[in-house]
């Protein structure tokens, strides 16, 4: 198994299910470094009983787990800076709304138990089946089902919450 191809095939993923699972923006980097550098080390002793894209999501929640435990010492609150210029003015306005949808969808993810939101971030996000969460949890596939189930309610009572409060602060009352 070539170890470049594999990190060139499931960097985005690793990157992406780091970030879902609680690892901050400018953290997520060298995190996603980690579970590279974890997978380069034990690429001998992949035996193969899952696929590599299963494994290395396997290493990314270890590390986003080992990451959020210590968050402690890490909150600080970092805040893009907006380019400005006419040029570009769209293409800018497009990316700040882009990064606001995915700030609220982590915060959002950032409010549910742990096993939801792995469930919910694999499944939804990730598009991995039932049984590959399964396998990759080493819970029961009804498990998975239903931390799914729970998940999705959360979201929406979560994101309903959300949508309630901007309402009454636009309409200038009190949430």
């Known amino acids: 198994m070539n170890f470049e191809h594999i990190y060139r ?3 985005d993923f690793v ?7 609680g690892v901050s923006e400018r953290d997520a980097l060298d995190a996603r470094q ?23 999501c396997g290493i990314a929640l270890r590390v986003a787990s ?22 570009c003015q769209a293409e800018q306005l497009r990316q700040l709304e882009e990064r606001e949808r995915i700030a ?8 549910l138990p742990v096993d939801q939101r792995t469930v919910f971030v694999l499944f939804e996000l990730e598009e991995m089946s039932g049984e590959q969460i ?8 009804g498990t998975v089902r239903s931390r ?12 309903a919450e959300r949508q309630g409060r901007t309402a009454c602060l636009a309409a200038g009352a009190r949430p």
């Open 9 to 11: 095939t499931h960097h």
């Open 34 to 56: 980690k579970v590279f550098l974890i997978a380069h080390r034990s690429l001998g002793s992949f035996e193969g009983r899952s696929s590599v894209k299963t494994w290395l």
């Open 148 to 159: 799914l189930r729970l998940a999705r309610r959360a979201f929406s009572r979560i994101l």
């Open 104 to 111: 609220a969808l982590d915060a959002i993810l950032t409010e």
């Open 15 to 21: 990157w992406r299910t780091l970030r879902r699972m």
């Open 134 to 141: 399964a396998a990759l949890l080493v819970v029961p596939e």
């Open 66 to 87: 080992d990451y959020r435990r210590s968050a402690v010492s890490r909150r600080e609150v970092l805040v893009a800076e907006v380019p400005v210029g006419e040029s």
